[in-house]
């Protein structure tokens, strides 16, 4: 027997069976109130959470103890319906479907895919018997069989294919038979075929208005045995809607089509992007604050995107908000490592290692097991070192031996393989319970002793939902390691016979995925705002409701035709589950507007990802008139803004935003006695950023380039003209030696920073390089064919008694100005001298085409010029303390430019004239004095090419050691 019950619309349908069950139901006395004898189904599980709260809240009002109903949601009831084997769970029939594809005719699977993936690939089957799994859902879920499906063919393809799917399916349930399981799906249409669909016990159906033809088929079976218990469907609608409604409350689509909702206006807000939904919400949010508490009010979202971006800014303004929707393992430290972890197994590179210790718990664990580095900053920061320098490669290839940085990037590989052996050094195929146990006991190795009492404790709780339950008292990465936990149990109980062998990589990447979607729901509390689906909004009674994203295509949701159906089926499916939909958001809307005293819908112009969001067809749900007038409104009329203080009071003193993200100013009183060549010019750059690289010491540190910079490029091309310069080769005239010697000791510079196991883009760079110094080979010939000889290269001066090279005493070199020295310091990429003229020349190697005057001087709008670089000034000034036996005027300066194209690579002299000079000197004593007065303003034009936007946390700061910073 089955009674349909239509309680209006008026009051929450919550509140309202509450009512019910009290008079239907209630204690006969004052005694205790006993519901255990009852199944209640609902469309969701947070309408169970919610009435149990009611049903107990009920019971202490009345000061009452309660014996609950046992609470089901439509998902859950299917099962209670009938009996059957032990049901498949999903992965197992993912399982079973990707064994039988992969042992079906090649040629047959074309009707499927277009290019079946190779026998061993595991994880593309996998992905397909997926697909297959839920084709399977969505057609039993209309009631029907693939048999029923191929009858319905109409072309031969369609035919042909639905005839393979059908033989698949006798595959399939073979399969799953053999592992003694059954599929769900199956076993539901056996139960109707042989009419043994039977109720137990009681059941209400509560706002259960969108149940499937299954289902329906399920119910009706049980409503016409006579061993059944009785079904009571309870409808958020008043009696004269009935025909509105099948006999357990579900709808009839087509008689929902042309209801006119009882919208107004003034219940509609539009807004802009999700920044501007965001605001509108807490607008109307205080709003509503001048009436309701905060347990009063609820916020609905159409969308999960738009979740985060609400709950930030209500946290911003110090608004508690709870997400029921639950939080994914996905998007905690726990998802994170996973696929860290995945990424480093699969590619096995220096940039997947430097991704995954920057993890905190990998970090941690590593810090402890690196007896030469206990902070991770140490090494990080020469991990860092190592990859934006050498640009290695594979993990496991050696690195170069003579970088610095090899000795800890191996031990931190090491530290890593070791945690992940079992996964790395197990290379034959497992079954994947047997990686689940495998990878449970990588995690607790990691998170160590506290996290053994996440480990499920009830043998049965690998049955339980993917939805774990909250715990207060732990943190959020506990939370999901205890969600993680639990389906890894579920998965260490896969079927046997079932569960196939899958590589490490395969296994853990799967599961992986598994995991990231796993999710757990907070505990509720009263000094927080409920943040609900669209879904569980018409079951929620909270007397306010603002809902965001009333917008196309979150409602109704959009929904396309499986491809793989028969057109004919495909096109009735995909207009009727439509209209279904309609029905239902008609109907939950119907109820948001007669159920609450108060209700704002905010139609947003776009989606959290920027896409446009149109409004929802619900707003069309009204006269044509209405309609037009509502789209026009909103798109065209802004809503008033106002602003909102946050809770907190504001703060003693003002701050002004530029000031508060304004670089730290200079410390008063800090400078620095020695100055580099290349200093002067990052002064007259800009004398903060000079501040920050000279005084502080501090430069940035990018590890993610893929190749050298220019500033690398263009010391691999110095490395190669430095060596050449010391070699037997220095002063030779032949081009073709000349040549041979420079390429060879450009792959010895290579070698020794780079290695073999360097990027692809480096090994290019190199042979750029070797094109350039076939270049230079001609240059250089024609130069010592000249008569001029290499004398020294990379010589240096400082402001130190000992010579950095020789180690014999020398004179400090620095100025004397005012009264107080200070220490000048630069290397000299290269001095020649001419033996039959005695001349003498400084050159500088550069990477680039630019004579000395263009890098040196710049030009001003009066026709003048202006000094930016003082390096080769300052060289005349170096050439005394050089040990150079000639008036410092004669002697040439230039640059030996390397460049990018043939015709530029050449000796380019400077041309300066002794005025210039004069102004140089100048300029070099005026920078001394401001240096040493700590003026250091930073340029208010900025620089062209900016080492320090870390400064906007764009990047990091690393501190150079005494040691570190070279002759520049």
Known sequence: MTQTIFLGWNQPLLVSSLQWLKETNGPKTKGDWNLSHLDLVFPSRRAIDR??????????????????????????????????????????????????????????????ISSPPAPDAADAWLELGGTMRRLHNSIAAEGLTYADVLAMCDSAGERRRWQFFVDLMKAYLAELAAAGKADPNEAQLDAIRDNACRATRPLVLIGTTDISKLLVSMLTQVESSKNSAAITALVAAPDAHAKRFDLFGNLNAGRWQSHCLPLQDGQLIPAGDISDQTAAVMETLSELGQKYRIDQITIGVTDESQVEPIENRCDLLGVATHRHLGHRVGQTAVGRLMHLVVTYLQRRTWRSLAALVRHADVTRYVSERCPDHLESEMWLRELDQLLSSAFPRSVDEPLPEEVQQTKTANQIRNVLDQWLSPLIENTEPQPIRQWSETLQAILLELHGESAQSLLPVDPDAAEESEEAESDASISRTQQALRAVFRLLHRFADLSPSLDEPVEGSVAVEMLASRMSEVRWVDDPSPTEIELLGWLDLALDDSPALVVCGLNHPFVPEAQSGDPFLPQSLRSTLHQSANDRRYARDVHAMQQLLTSRETVRF????????????????????????????????????????????????????????????????PEPGRTIDTLSVTAFSAYLACPYRFYLRHVLRLRPLDDSPLELAANQFGDLVHGALEEFGRSDYKNETDPKRIEEA????????????????????????????????????????????????????????????????????????????????????????????????????????????????KKHLKKLPDGSTQWVDLQLPLYRRFIPDLGIDADPVDVELGYFNVAEKDTETQINLAEFTPAQFAAADELIHHCVREIRACHFEPNPDGVEFDDYEMLMNESVFIPMDDDTEAFE
């Not at 920027?610 to 809503?639: N, Y």
């Not at 750029?768 to 000889?789: D, N, S």
Request: glycine share 6%; aromatic share 6%.
């Open 51 to 112: 009435m149990k709260e009611l049903l107990l809240a009920e019971a202490n009002a009345a000061k009452q103890t309660v014996d609950l109903p046992r609470m089901l949601t439509v998902g859950d009831l299917p099962s209670r319906l009938y009996e059957s084997d032990a049901a498949a769970l999903d992965f197992e029939q993912t399982l079973a479907w990707a064994r039988v594809l992969a042992a079906a005719n090649q040629d047959d699977l074309s009707v499927l």
């Open 602 to 665: 905010l139609v947003g112009s776009h989606s959290a990802d920027g896409s446009p969001t149109p409004p929802s067809r619900l707003l069309a749900a009204a006269t044509p008139e209405e309609a037009a007038k509502r789209v026009c409104d909103l798109l065209t009329v802004p809503r008033p803004k106002i602003e909102i203080e946050p809770i907190q009071p504001p703060p003693a003193v003002s701050v002004d935003s530029k000031a508060f993200f304004a670089p730290p100013p």
């Open 742 to 853: 420079l390429i060879e000791e450009l792959h010895k510079f290579a070698a020794k920073h780079f290695g073999d196991n360097t990027s692809t883009t480096v090994k290019l760079q190199v042979r750029q390089a070797q094109r350039r110094l076939k270049t230079v080979a001609l240059r250089q010939a024609e130069r010592a064919a000249a008569g001029w000889q290499i004398h020294a290269v990379e010589d240096a001066v400082d402001e130190k008694k000992i010579h950095p090279i020789t180690g014999k005493p020398k004179k400090p070199t620095g100025i004397e100005l005012d009264g107080q020295f200070t220490g000048l310091r630069g290397r000299f990429d290269r001095i020649d001298f001419h033996p039959e003229t005695g001349r003498w020349a400084i050159l500088d190697y550069k990477t680039h085409g630019h004579k000395p005057e």
